[in-house]
């Protein structure tokens, strides 16, 4: 059975760093680009960063560009979010999801089921 599981979230304070991971069973994420979103309260999942399963190309919206890093481990079946100088307004849960293309706008297919980030002073 297929299964995303996300993790790593947590509280942190202004310009502090995290990394979420994204743990795979019953599938190899290196054969599909992986995506991930972020939903903050009140407000709809947005894409955030994706990976390309061909080549490692990568995509990040510019409310992350510069700050946010996304990468594989194929030997781990793990995509990871690096997220440094974390704001307020990163502040949502996250998800991520195998998705058709690493293009925006992303369209994810199957979901984690998400990990809270919280960025407060």
């Known amino acids: 059975q297929l299964q995303l599981v996300e993790s790593g979230g947590g509280s942190v304070q202004p310009g502090e760093s995290l990394r979420l991971s994204c743990v795979a069973s019953?599938?190899?994420?290196?054969?599909?680009?992986i995506g991930w979103f972020r939903q903050a309260p009140g407000k709809e999942r947005v894409g955030v960063s994706c990976?390309?399963?061909?080549?490692?190309?990568?995509y990040y919206a510019d409310s992350v560009k510069g700050r946010f890093t996304i990468s594989r481990d194929s030997a781990e079946n793990t995509v990871y979010l690096q997220m440094n100088s974390l704001k307020p307004e990163d502040t949502a849960v996250y998800y991520c999801?195998?998705?058709?293309?690493?293009?925006?706008?992303?369209?994810?297919?199957?979901w984690g089921q998400g990990t809270q980030v919280t960025v407060s002073s």
């Open positions: 019953g599938f190899t994420l290196k054969h599909s680009p």
């Open positions: 999801a195998i998705i058709l293309f690493c293009a925006p706008p992303l369209r994810g297919q199957h």
């Open positions: 990976i390309r399963q061909l080549d490692d190309y990568t």
